[in-house]
């Protein structure tokens, strides 16, 4: 058993997480083994400790940095002393997570981080970059045009502010699209300097008449809050009652008031992998290979959008070495509505 092969890990152990050694799976075809050094917190992370999702012994984390430390013979993109930034849905297989001092990824559905980009916004990108990219460009999904054929068409960003809704303005702008967001008055700057056009309180009274009457012609909205009200109310902005509406909530969760003119869809971003995947035993998703596609090209040109500015990092913020009590302490904040536009971080020592 080669060493890091037996990682030091935060897992799960019911309602609590403990520091123990995990085991991580052998290399699968175009998988590498990496020494992790940042990993950051998603609010999917709480949710699936919370529900127990995965049982005891889960690793959860689903986004890293880190140094390619072996190759599978099948990857042609890494090398060994590479440094990159990967997706992995952290608890589903185990001993597999970002929250620990080893991780798996995927050639594909990683990237290798540009010169001057620093690390720990790096490894901010891949969950929320992915989501966004889907949630605008699959089939499965809005199903915008892409290659900058938006023509200044509009699309409303639920949630501007969200790290997920931060890298949404970014691509429908690059895309070509006339992009507007809600969010609150505080953040009003940082989605305006993402891109947005035109930015909205979410909490106005009047925020859909704003709305429509600013984009009468409105036809796509992308809900990246996926709360009790964020898809209905969204939703009222389409003024001709029809259009298209995703939310990133699975299943469409919490969609029932939205008007039956309009076509609704989700986001998932574990589609990314060309695998099947399987949540709490209950909710099964295929294999979507559009999904993969899409996700592998936009890893391919991360790189490059990186470098020529085109897409910017959120703002981050480091909760400390990675330990049970950080973690903890992230979920907390996410739980209790303390953290706004910005992503939460822990550094990985060996």
């Given at each position: 058993?080669?060493?890091y092969?037996?990682?030091?890990?935060?897992?799960?152990?019911?309602?609590?997480?403990?520091?123990?050694?995990?085991?991580?799976?052998?290399?699968?075809?175009?998988?590498?083994?990496?020494?992790?050094?940042?990993?950051?917190?998603?609010?999917?992370?709480?949710?699936?400790?919370?529900?127990?999702?995965?049982?005891?012994?889960?690793?959860?984390?689903?986004?890293?940095?880190?140094?390619?430390?072996?190759?599978?013979?099948?990857?042609?993109?890494?090398?060994?002393?590479?440094?990159?930034?990967?997706?992995?849905?952290?608890?589903?297989?185990?001993?597999?997570?970002?929250?620990?001092?080893?991780?798996?990824?995927?050639?594909?559905?990683?990237?290798?981080?540009?010169?001057?980009?620093?690390h720990?916004?790096?490894?901010?990108?891949?969950?929320?970059?992915?989501?966004?990219?889907?949630?605008?460009?699959?089939?499965?999904?809005?199903?915008?045009?892409?290659?900058?054929?938006?023509?200044?068409?509009?699309?409303?960003?639920?949630?501007?502010?969200?790290?997920?809704?931060?890298f949404?303005?970014?691509?429908?702008?690059?895309?070509?699209?006339?992009?507007?967001?809600?969010?609150?008055?505080?953040?009003?700057?940082?989605?305006?300097?993402?891109?947005?056009?035109?930015?909205?309180?979410?909490?106005?009274?009047?925020?859909v008449?704003?709305?429509?009457?600013?984009?009468?012609?409105?036809?796509?909205?992308?809900?990246?809050?996926?709360?009790?009200?964020?898809?209905?109310?969204?939703?009222?902005?389409?003024?001709?009652?029809?259009?298209?509406?995703?939310?990133?909530?699975?299943?469409?969760?919490?969609?029932?008031?939205?008007?039956?003119?309009?076509?609704?869809?989700?986001?998932?971003?574990?589609?990314?992998?060309?695998?099947?995947?399987?949540y709490?035993?209950?909710?099964?998703?295929?294999?979507?290979?559009?999904?993969h596609?899409?996700?592998a090209?936009?890893?391919?040109?991360?790189?490059?959008?990186?470098?020529?500015?085109?897409?910017?990092?959120?703002?981050?913020?480091?909760?400390?070495?990675l330990?049970?009590?950080?973690?903890?302490?992230?979920?907390?904040?996410?739980?209790?509505?303390?953290?706004?536009?910005?992503?939460?971080?822990?550094?990985?020592?060996?």
């Amino acid at each position: 058993m080669k060493s890091y092969q037996d990682a030091t890990a935060v897992v799960q152990h019911q309602d609590s997480l403990v520091l123990s050694t995990v085991q991580l799976p052998s290399l699968q075809d175009h998988q590498v083994y990496v020494k992790v050094e940042f990993a950051a917190f998603n609010p999917t992370d709480r949710l699936a400790f919370d529900l127990q999702a995965f049982g005891d012994d889960a690793v959860l984390g689903c986004e890293f940095v880190g140094t390619v430390v072996e190759a599978h013979p099948t990857v042609t993109k890494l090398e060994v002393g590479d440094c990159i930034a990967a997706l992995v849905w952290g608890g589903e297989i185990k001993g597999l997570g970002a929250y620990s001092t080893f991780c798996i990824a995927d050639e594909r559905l990683s990237f290798k981080i540009p010169d001057g980009i620093a690390h720990p916004s790096a490894c901010s990108i891949p969950l929320a970059a992915n989501t966004a990219y889907l949630a605008l460009f699959s089939q499965n999904s809005l199903g915008l045009p892409q290659g900058g054929s938006g023509n200044g068409r509009s699309v409303l960003i639920w949630g501007g502010s969200s790290i997920v809704g931060y890298f949404a303005i970014q691509f429908a702008n690059l895309h070509g699209f006339t992009v507007a967001a809600t969010c609150s008055p505080r953040n009003f700057d940082l989605v305006k300097n993402a891109g947005a056009t035109h930015v909205f309180d979410y909490a106005n009274v009047d925020v859909v008449t704003r709305i429509q009457e600013c984009l009468p012609e409105l036809s796509h909205v992308f809900d990246t809050i996926g709360n009790d009200e964020s898809s209905t109310t969204a939703s009222k902005c389409l003024k001709s009652g029809t259009g298209d509406l995703c939310t990133v909530r699975p299943g469409r969760a919490k969609t029932e008031g939205v008007s039956a003119g309009i076509r609704v869809t989700d986001v998932f971003v574990f589609t990314a992998f060309p695998t099947p995947h399987t949540y709490r035993g209950t909710t099964h998703w295929p294999v979507i290979m559009e999904n993969h596609a899409l996700s592998a090209a936009l890893y391919e040109d991360l790189p490059r959008l990186l470098l020529e500015e085109m897409i910017i990092p959120p703002p981050v913020k480091c909760l400390g070495n990675l330990s049970p009590e950080a973690v903890l302490e992230a979920m907390h904040l996410n739980r209790t509505g303390k953290v706004s536009a910005e992503k939460l971080y822990f550094e990985v020592f060996v």
